[in-house]
């Protein structure tokens, strides 16, 4: 460690400060000690500082932001992720990586009365095809003749794919449709081995069977002040940039905690009309922070559903046979979630999830992502900004599951076939 004195502030600012190796600094004139660290570690870790392994394979937390010094990391380290949130001895970590996955991506329907007596019986189906658009039902009826669950369904799947042939589908669309047997729950179900519109989920004939028990709500919970609009805020910035012209511009005096929409910049800034605003918050994102912020932590809404950890234990390694052969995971994001390991207790399979809102909660505050903000550039990993349309474990309903979203800033949802950023989280706790 370098030993460095400097007759002023000024000369020790001017300096060029060492970047293989922690420096101590004495300003002569008041005595200050700095010290510049280069990747120093903790065992206090806070937001923004690094998770690595060492070279026996245990957590170990380096000091972030200017502290962190990629180049000069031993080559025996393993790069894990950073610090999101610290309570007590729980300390949130944020995988390094991230990738945009679609929450589901099959559809499936139970056929549930099949006579399988050997005599010749009608079936009629109604499915979305997205011919000519996926607000069309195309009725399907079909002869069968079965003893078996398997002949029951080898008969729908070939009555499908001639309604497709008739319609003059794609080869593709034709090959994601069939039925098959689900022995154990004596019934066919009948699938498209594919999502790739909201109204996947309309049939007739046929129960959806697509989320099992999975739950949902359509509740996002309160904002700060305890109201329940729409608007809830999960990063600030982010939100006073997009309500700053596209709020609401008030013809009536605007009062406190209004169960309105956000008003705009320009009229917050300079309109009659909110003059009490102006007078209580000074500045408009300060007006964001403390009327619409997403109120955390609480037990309302989307935040009385199983955690995030809860529902990728349960569902993400949930497979679905497919046409070709094979199987496929139905939920990609949660299965994105779960599927990340360094080999070792707490950061191992079963360990790592999809964040759900909670997290999400304390991941997107505008102080937490400063935090993270420089200890990721310099480590040269997928960035975590407030513009990233980000996927939460959580359903709202049959067709949409809870979201950050990129533009608004706000806890949204979104369509389950979209493809968002999903990062996975664990939790570890420190002695």
Same mark, same amino acid.
Not at 170 to 198: F, G, H, L
């Given at each position: 460690?370098?030993?460095?004195?400097?007759?002023?502030?000024?000369?020790?600012?001017?300096?060029?400060?060492?970047?293989?190796?922690?420096?101590?600094?004495?300003?002569?004139?008041?005595?200050?000690?700095?010290?510049?660290?280069?990747?120093?570690?903790?065992?206090?870790?806070?937001?923004?500082?690094?998770?690595?392994?060492?070279?026996?394979?245990?957590?170990?937390?380096?000091?972030?932001?200017?502290?962190?010094?990629?180049?000069?990391?031993?080559?025996?380290?393993?790069?894990?992720?950073?610090?999101?949130? #610290?309570?007590?001895?729980?300390? %949130?970590?944020? @995988?390094? $990586?991230?990738? =945009?996955?679609?929450?589901? !991506?099959?559809?499936? +329907?139970?056929?549930?009365?099949?006579?399988?007596?050997?005599?010749?019986?009608?079936?009629?189906?109604?499915?979305?095809?997205?011919?000519?658009?996926?607000?069309?039902?195309?009725?399907?009826?079909?002869?069968?003749?079965?003893?078996?669950?398997?002949?029951?369904?080898?008969?729908?799947?070939?009555?499908?794919?001639?309604?497709?042939?008739?319609?003059?589908?794609?080869?593709?669309?034709?090959?994601?449709?069939?039925?098959?047997?689900?022995?154990?729950?004596?019934?066919?179900?009948?699938?498209?081995?594919?999502?790739?519109?909201? #109204?996947?989920?309309?049939?007739? %004939?046929?129960? @959806?069977? $697509?989320?099992? =028990?999975?739950?949902?709500? !359509?509740?996002?919970? +309160?904002?700060?002040?305890?109201?329940?609009?729409?608007?809830?805020?999960?990063?600030?910035?982010?939100?006073?940039?997009?309500?700053?012209?596209?709020?609401?511009?008030?013809?009536?005096?605007?009062?406190?905690?209004?169960?309105?929409?956000?008003?705009?910049?320009?009229?917050?800034?300079?309109?009659?009309?909110?003059?009490?605003?102006?007078?209580?918050?000074?500045?408009?994102?300060?007006?964001?922070?403390?009327?619409?912020?997403?109120?955390?932590?609480?037990?309302?809404?989307?935040?009385?559903?199983?955690?995030?950890?809860?529902?990728?234990?349960?569902?993400?390694?949930?497979?679905?046979?497919?046409?070709?052969?094979?199987?496929?995971?139905?939920?990609?994001?949660?299965?994105?979630?779960?599927?990340?390991?360094?080999?070792?207790?707490?950061?191992?399979?079963?360990?790592?999830?999809?964040?759900?809102?909670?997290?999400?909660?304390?991941?997107?505050?505008?102080?937490?992502?400063?935090?993270?903000?420089?200890?990721?550039?310099?480590?040269?990993?997928?960035?975590?900004?407030?513009?990233?349309?980000?996927?939460?474990?959580?359903?709202?309903?049959?067709?949409?599951?809870?979201?950050?979203?990129?533009?608004?800033?706000?806890?949204?949802?979104?369509?389950?076939?979209?493809?968002?950023?999903?990062?996975?989280?664990?939790?570890?706790?420190?002695?």
């Amino acid at each position: 460690m370098a030993i460095k004195s400097y007759n002023n502030k000024a000369a020790y600012e001017a300096a060029v400060k060492p970047t293989t190796e922690s420096q101590v600094s004495m300003i002569e004139t008041t005595r200050e000690i700095i010290v510049d660290g280069v990747n120093v570690v903790t065992t206090q870790p806070t937001v923004g500082d690094v998770v690595f392994l060492d070279d026996q394979s245990k957590v170990i937390y380096v000091k972030g932001g200017a502290w962190i010094q990629k180049a000069t990391i031993p080559a025996a380290w393993t790069h894990v992720g950073y610090v999101y949130f #610290r309570k007590g001895k729980q300390v %949130g970590v944020i @995988h390094k $990586t991230g990738a =945009d996955q679609k929450y589901l !991506d099959v559809s499936q +329907f139970a056929w549930t009365d099949a006579v399988l007596d050997g005599e010749e019986h009608s079936k009629t189906i109604g499915l979305r095809f997205g011919i000519p658009n996926w607000d069309t039902t195309t009725s399907i009826t079909f002869t069968y003749t079965a003893t078996t669950l398997a002949e029951a369904a080898a008969a729908c799947t070939a009555a499908i794919e001639a309604k497709l042939a008739e319609l003059e589908a794609s080869a593709t669309t034709i090959a994601q449709w069939w039925a098959y047997a689900d022995a154990e729950n004596s019934r066919v179900i009948v699938q498209r081995d594919a999502c790739t519109d909201y #109204r996947f989920y309309n049939c007739s %004939g046929l129960t @959806h069977i $697509t989320w099992g =028990d999975m739950p949902t709500t !359509d509740k996002n919970g +309160f904002r700060v002040n305890g109201r329940m609009t729409d608007q809830k805020i999960m990063n600030d910035a982010r939100g006073a940039a997009y309500y700053s012209t596209n709020g609401a511009t008030p013809a009536a005096d605007v009062p406190l905690n209004a169960a309105g929409t956000i008003v705009k910049k320009d009229a917050f800034d300079t309109s009659p009309y909110c003059q009490l605003l102006r007078d209580t918050y000074g500045t408009y994102q300060e007006y964001i922070h403390r009327e619409y912020r997403l109120q955390y932590p609480q037990k309302l809404g989307v935040f009385s559903l199983p955690s995030g950890k809860e529902l990728t234990a349960k569902y993400a390694l949930m497979t679905a046979p497919t046409k070709p052969g094979g199987t496929k995971y139905k939920y990609p994001a949660l299965y994105y979630g779960y599927n990340k390991s360094f080999g070792v207790v707490g950061l191992d399979f079963g360990d790592w999830y999809l964040p759900g809102v909670a997290e999400g909660a304390m991941l997107m505050r505008d102080e937490t992502l400063a935090a993270l903000s420089l200890s990721i550039s310099k480590m040269g990993t997928t960035t975590i900004n407030n513009s990233t349309t980000r996927w939460f474990a959580q359903r709202y309903n049959v067709y949409r599951t809870w979201i950050f979203n990129g533009t608004y800033g706000n806890l949204n949802y979104s369509y389950v076939y979209n493809a968002f950023r999903c990062q996975a989280v664990a939790l570890l706790e420190i002695e």
